[in-house]
């Protein structure tokens, strides 16, 4: 039990003190958790584990869903919002299923969505907090030609 209150308060002071950039790579991370959690309780007939798991995924990826701007994030942010549509649907007919393979699909995609805001979560590390206040609206998403302006980076409401 004390284990798990220590583990709570480390959680809740990393999101309180990352970036917005930081927080879109934590939010990556709980939803990849939550669907190996939810391809763990499938295997163990466990309906309302997985439920539960497959819902909280679905949560934060509408959270992040609605973090885009899609004016000013362009041809990357409606990319995102498709992706993330068709996230759900797979979340939801895994559900209705009860099949794991649609988890997996949705955990590479968001395992490599993860792997490049982590990159630019770490470029942005680096330097004054100025700089890299600039490097979020300034710098490339994925290598391309839209700016981090994708996101809102507005305050996410989801319990990770």
Same mark, same amino acid.
């Given at each position: 039990?004390?284990?798990?209150?220590?583990?709570?308060?480390?959680?809740?002071?990393?999101?309180?003190?990352?970036?917005?950039?930081?927080?879109?790579?934590?939010?990556?991370?709980?939803?990849?958790?939550?669907?190996?959690?939810?391809?763990?309780?499938?295997?163990?007939?466990?309906?309302?584990?997985?439920?539960?798991?497959?819902?909280?995924?679905?949560?934060?990826? *509408?959270?992040?869903?609605?973090?885009?701007?899609?004016?000013? /994030? @362009?041809?990357? +942010?409606?990319?995102? $919002?498709? !992706?993330?549509?068709?996230?759900?649907?797979?979340?939801?007919?895994?559900?209705?299923?009860?099949?794991?393979?649609?988890?997996?699909?949705?955990?590479?995609?968001?395992?490599?969505?993860? *792997?490049?805001?982590?990159?630019?979560?770490?470029?942005?590390? /680096? @330097?004054?907090? +100025?700089?890299?206040? $600039?490097? !979020?609206?300034?710098?490339?998403?994925?290598?391309?030609?839209?700016?981090?302006?994708?996101?809102?980076?507005?305050?996410?409401?989801?319990?990770?």
């Amino acid at each position: 039990m004390e284990n798990q209150a220590f583990a709570h308060r480390y959680r809740e002071v990393a999101v309180r003190t990352a970036n917005p950039v930081q927080l879109i790579v934590i939010l990556y991370d709980a939803a990849i958790c939550s669907l190996r959690e939810a391809r763990e309780h499938i295997e163990q007939k466990n309906i309302e584990g997985r439920s539960r798991s497959i819902n909280k995924c679905i949560s934060i990826i *509408s959270e992040l869903q609605c973090s885009l701007n899609l004016k000013a /994030g @362009g041809e990357i +942010a409606t990319s995102l $919002d498709r !992706l993330y549509d068709y996230m759900k649907r797979l979340l939801f007919t895994a559900n209705f299923r009860q099949n794991a393979q649609p988890l997996a699909e949705i955990e590479a995609l968001l395992e490599n969505l993860s *792997s490049a805001w982590r990159a630019l979560a770490e470029k942005t590390n /680096g @330097g004054t907090e +100025a700089s890299r206040r $600039d490097d !979020l609206t300034n710098n490339v998403v994925f290598g391309a030609s839209a700016p981090a302006a994708a996101m809102q980076l507005k305050p996410f409401n989801v319990s990770i």
